[in-house]
T-cell receptor
Framework: DGGITQSPKYLFRKEGQNVTLSCEQN?????MYWYRQDPGQGLRLIYY???????QKGDIAEGYSVSREKKESFPLTVTSAQKNPTAFYLC?????????????FGDGTRLSIL | KQEVTQIPAALSVPEGENLVLNCSFT??????LQWFRQDPGKGLTSLLL?????REQTSGRLNASLDKSSGRSTLYIAASQPGDSATYLC??????????FGSGTKLNVKP
């Protein structure tokens, strides 16, 4: 089945540690996105990528980094500079970063601090 | 800056009731509006996408409308069922090629 796979489902970070969240899609989509969701709030955009080897900062990029070496993969690294990393992280993709292209989401990774 | 608001934050109804979820946005210059469903601990599932040139979209018991001039969209759920219990989010695609999300309405349909 085509879809988006995020792993791990749960992740714990020690202080000063960088952690990487995986996002893989087999939908042949060009555009991929990372969102952060906090309780009772909407999704906020961290980074997005329209094409391989290119990505742009979203609204809350500080303390995060990404790479897009392959079309299928868009990993997110939460660095030690992110002082409040506890949240639910969602990866999404769409066929192109254009209007009227529905976004498809993975099942998310819940990150907590030890 | 575009702001998307969903009221109420939570709603509890008995099974079988027809209900309306509201979404408002401050900047009417949107290209489309998408409604999503989110189950606890899960990602988002797209329900309906309304293009800016459209007034409504229907899928089964769901009907979404869009009024750009007033900055409003509604999601109508007919004959609600316990399986409809979830959080419903709306998102407006606007400037800078990105979605602006509301914080959601948590729906509980009681058997």
């Amino acid at each position: 089945d085509g879809g988006i796979t995020q792993s791990p489902k749960y992740l714990f970070r020690k202080e000063g540690q960088n952690v990487t969240l995986s996002c893989e899609q087999n939908l042949n989509h060009d555009a991929m996105y990372w969102y952060r969701q906090d309780p009772g709030q909407g999704l906020r955009l961290i980074y997005y990528s329209q094409i391989v080897n290119d990505f742009q900062k979203g609204d809350i990029a500080e303390g995060y980094s990404v790479s897009r070496e392959k079309k299928e993969s868009f990993p997110l690294t939460v660095t030690s500079a992110q002082k409040n990393p506890t949240a639910f992280y969602l990866c999404a993709s769409s066929s192109r970063q254009e209007v009227n292209q529905p976004q498809h989401f993975g099942d998310g990774t819940r990150l907590s601090i030890l | 800056k575009q702001e998307v608001t969903q009221i109420p934050a939570a709603l509890s109804v008995p099974e079988g009731e027809n209900l309306v979820l509201n979404c408002s946005f401050t900047d009417s210059a949107i290209y489309n509006l998408q409604w999503f469903r989110q189950d606890p601990g899960k990602g988002l599932t797209s329900l309906l996408l309304i293009q800016s040139s459209q007034r409504e979209q229907t899928s089964g018991r769901l009907n979404a409308s869009l009024d750009k001039s007033s900055g409003r969209s509604t999601l109508y759920i007919a004959a609600s069922q316990p399986g409809d219990s979830a959080t419903y989010l709306c998102a407006a695609w606007g400037n800078f090629n990105k979605f602006y999300f509301g914080s959601g309405t948590k729906l509980n349909v009681k058997p």
